[in-house]
């Protein structure tokens, strides 16, 4: 089965940064779009950023621009997400997902997703 394993969130004070994985098992990013998603207590999941296996970057989240980094580790078969000065609005659960074949905003269009790795921004 295709599966996906979030690792790499934690306790962080403003301005910080983490790096979160997203572990791939059973497929691999060709022929696939891996996504990062969000969800703050009371709040609807929101695509953050997401790469495609053709190479394609889509930036969804208007908050994280210039903060939030997405790559791909071809050994590790790991989607790496590198999020540069932390805010509280950044606070919450972390979800990467996949789907066929390309990139897309809506969390609906998503089929595989892990568990999720929680975020938490707070001095």
């Known amino acids: 089965q295709k599966q996906l394993v979030e690792s790499g969130g934690g306790l962080v004070q403003p301005g910080g940064s983490l790096k979160l994985s997203c572990e791939l098992s059973g497929f691999t990013l060709e022929g696939h779009a891996i996504a990062w998603f969000r969800q703050a207590p009371g709040k609807e999941r929101e695509a953050v950023i997401c790469?495609?296996?053709?190479?394609?970057?889509?930036n969804y989240a208007a908050s994280g621009k210039d903060r939030f980094t997405i790559s791909w580790n071809n050994a590790e078969n790991t989607v790496h997400l590198q999020v540069n000065d932390l805010k509280a609005e950044d606070t919450g659960v972390y979800y990467c997902?996949?789907?066929?074949?390309?990139?897309?905003?809506?969390?609906?269009?998503?089929?595989?997703w892990g568990r999720g790795t929680q975020v938490t921004v707070s001095s």
């Open positions: 997902a996949a789907r066929l074949p390309l990139c897309s905003g809506p969390a609906v269009n998503y089929l595989t």
């Open positions: 790469i495609s296996g053709i190479g394609g970057i889509m």
